[in-house]
């Protein structure tokens, strides 16, 4: 058979907007109370989430028609930019301090973390400098060594900040996108058991880091203390049964459960809508990554390829690390779920991340 027109994902597309659809109720459901009692505004995530929404599905429409291949001559300036803001939140007076935490730049009432806007960086920038050093991937010098440097600068100040979540994502990333590309797995072993001492040291002698990883080999050792969080997790899930107790009528996020809206936003879905709703979620977001890893799969073009996979792998590692933490079978990273959990930046640039793969998805042929 014969070439057909080439079209967009609509499936990639409704599971989008059903994933920010359920993520924008969610947000309100977990909030409510806890936006009342801080602001006197129930509303108040409600309002930001749904503007935020909107701003990010403007931004994917414009994605979805800026040419990709244009994306090759942005590729360093991108770096550079994700680079200087990330310098510039560890900046006194610059950075806004929040939880112990240099993460966000502020602009009146708004708030903007640098690291969520680094991600899609550094994906594009991967993208780029693998599919020209296609031919050079498997040299040491010339293929594996420039993207594991450059990524490792991006990598280190998000630790700075500090954001050891954030950048054990990363790290995962830019590792899957090189096994991907073709790089020599002798050189990622070497490069992994290199960072294991390094990541011991980070873990060990950051007092908050050891305690969160003692809270998740024995949770049940300090229940109210550094275990409350996940020990909280597991009370939403387990009350939560088959269909849950309704839409709103969780009671963890009654000021038990830290970062309901955030963080721990799918433990309250677990909880109100059940093991059904929360099933829900893990398989529309099967679906986006599949429908991500056919896009890829698909482009005969490297750098389309690879920002096509690495797009997929932004969302839907994170949604697995943020699903696995909060099941208990991930130490506390304090990653949101992409899509549905509050926070303006991560939605705004994971919609943006799609209007790329919906734009890429109309440069595969079907047949």
């Known amino acids: 058979m014969g070439k057909g027109k080439r079209r967009l994902d609509f499936i990639l597309l409704i599971t989008t907007l059903a994933l920010v659809g359920i993520g924008i109720v969610m947000v309100y459901s977990t909030s409510a ?13 409600l309002k930001r989430q749904v503007l935020y929404a909107a701003i990010g599905f403007v931004l994917m429409i414009l994605t979805m028609l800026f040419p990709y291949e244009t994306l090759k ?4 300036p991108i770096l550079i930019l994700s680079i200087l803001l990330l310098i510039a939140v560890l900046i006194p007076g610059i950075g806004h301090r929040a939880g112990g935490a240099m993460r966000w730049l502020k602009i009146q009432s708004f708030s903007f973390q640098p690291s969520e806007f680094a991600k899609l960086g550094l994906i594009i920038f991967l993208a780029y400098l693998l599919a020209k050093k296609e031919e050079k991937i498997r040299s040491f010098s010339f293929g594996f060594l ?19 979540g954030a950048a054990f994502f990363l790290t995962v990333m830019v590792f899957l996108l090189l096994f991907v590309s073709g790089a020599r797995v002798i050189y990622m072993v070497g490069a992994f058991l ?18 969160r990883l003692m809270s998740f080999i024995r949770p049940w050792e300090d229940p109210t203390g550094n275990s409350f969080q996940i020990i909280q997790s597991f009370l939403s899930f387990g009350s939560g049964g088959l269909f849950g107790l309704g839409l709103g009528e969780g009671r963890q996020k009654l000021f038990f459960l830290p970062a309901p809206h955030t963080d721990f936003i799918f433990s309250i879905i677990g909880e109100e809508l059940g093991l059904v709703g929360a099933m829900l979620i893990l398989l529309l977001f099967f679906i986006l990554a599949l429908r991500g890893i056919q896009i890829g799969l698909s482009l005969e073009e490297r750098f389309g390829a690879y920002l096509a996979l690495g797009i997929t792998l ?36 994971n919609l943006v991340g799609v209007g790329m793969l919906l734009h890429l998805s109309t440069h595969v042929e079907r047949r």
């Open 33 to 45: 109370i806890m936006a009342g009692d801080r602001f006197g505004d129930p509303y108040y995530f």
């Open 73 to 76: 001559r942005l590729a360093y």
């Open 146 to 164: 420039p993207p594991v440097l450059l990524s490792g600068l991006v990598i280190a100040l998000v630790m700075k900040e500090p954001d050891f």
């Open 194 to 211: 290199i960072a294991i001492p390094v990541a011991y040291t980070l873990l060990m002698n950051v007092g908050y880091r050891y305690k």
């Open 314 to 349: 932004m969302i839907s590692l994170q949604a697995v690390i943020h699903i696995g933490v909060v099941l208990g079978l991930l130490p506390t990273k304090g990653l949101t779920l992409p899509l549905v959990s509050y926070g303006g930046t991560s939605l705004v640039i």
